[in-house]
């Protein structure tokens, strides 16, 4: 290999290093200490003992995350929104691409730009707005008494709903672009092919579209869930105390509770989950290569 070549390896590997490996093997090592009150706030690994280094790894915070229930709700509150935000993102993604698909070359860009709009505002700017929109006094429920459909105000904040509904609006895009990008490329006479072979516009559908978007619609779901399963803005605005997801216990551990060592735990949980799916996916993506 020649020097270009491991310089242009060496740049991404030191990168990863320092900003991620690094880092993340800190975590794991102060998730095996304990809490103290000193500077700084846990315990080494490593203490100087009669013959040597003595080595005390301590397994409590992982022992208490899985058996208190507070931890345990957290757990399951992530994954349950997240999977049904990214469920959301993925159904309303599949349409909305397939409709820019449809829409003439010249005008996509413009269509495009639109749906990436709303990142060009504050994050908390946008999740405030639903607050204004969800709340008991908000435009949705004076919308829904003005016209009769409901007797009084429906209770969507402070609410799983809130969240799913504030994390759906926020990484929609992240499920469109990929989608598209699957589908930007086909030809939309195979899905007229199917009608035409009997197929129902419903069926031609899931039988044409959803299969050639199969890779868009990996990627799209994977960059939705891994950063729902971690959000910690929208549950605390949007959600309520029954709410709670592993963002939020993390930022109380570490912020308020001053406990780096449970913080460090869940931080190393969290990684976990946002691992397996990426690890999943890749297996995937090899596995259909190498058919």
């Not at 020097?3 to 290093?17: D, F, V």
């Not at 009150?37 to 022992?63: C, I, R, S």
């Not at 406990?259 to 890749?282: E, F, K, N």
Request: charged letters at 10%; aromatic letters at 10%; glycine letters at 8%.
């Amino acid at each position: 290999m020649t020097r270009r070549g491991i310089a242009l390896l060496a740049m991404p590997a030191l990168w990863t290093a320092v900003f991620v490996a690094i880092p993340l093997a800190l975590i794991l090592k102060i998730s095996f200490a304990e809490p103290q009150l000193a500077q700084p706030p846990y315990t080494p690994l490593f203490e100087a003992g009669e013959y040597g280094l003595v080595f005390k790894a301590h397994l409590a915070n992982y022992m208490l995350i899985a058996s208190d229930t507070l931890y345990l709700r957290a757990l399951g509150n992530s994954l349950l929104y997240a999977a049904l935000a990214t469920a959301c993102c993925l159904g309303l993604g599949l349409a909305i691409a397939r409709a820019v698909t449809l829409v003439a070359m010249a005008w996509q860009p413009l269509v495009l730009t639109l749906i990436i709009l709303p990142f060009w505002t504050s994050f908390l700017i946008r999740v405030y707005a639903w607050i204004a929109l969800l709340k008991p006094e908000g435009l949705i429920n004076a919308a829904l008494l003005q016209f009769g459909l409901v007797e009084q105000p429906l209770v969507m904040i402070n609410t799983g709903f809130g969240i799913v509904i504030g994390m759906t609006y926020t990484y929609l895009p992240f499920a469109i672009l990929p989608i598209y990008a699957s589908l930007v490329g086909q030809s939309p006479r195979l899905t007229e092919a199917a009608v035409d072979l009997g197929a129902t516009p419903m069926r031609a559908f899931w039988l044409v579209t959803v299969p050639l978007a199969r890779p868009g619609i990996l990627a799209g779901g994977l960059m939705v869930f891994i950063p729902t399963v971690g959000e910690f803005i929208i549950p605390d605005l949007l959600g309520g105390s029954s709410t709670i997801m592993l963002g939020q216990t993390l930022w109380t551990e570490f912020f308020s509770n001053r406990d780096w060592t449970m913080a460090s735990a869940l931080a190393v949980l969290l990684t976990g989950l946002l691992l397996l799916p990426a690890l999943w996916l890749q297996r995937l993506e090899l596995g259909r290569a190498a058919r």
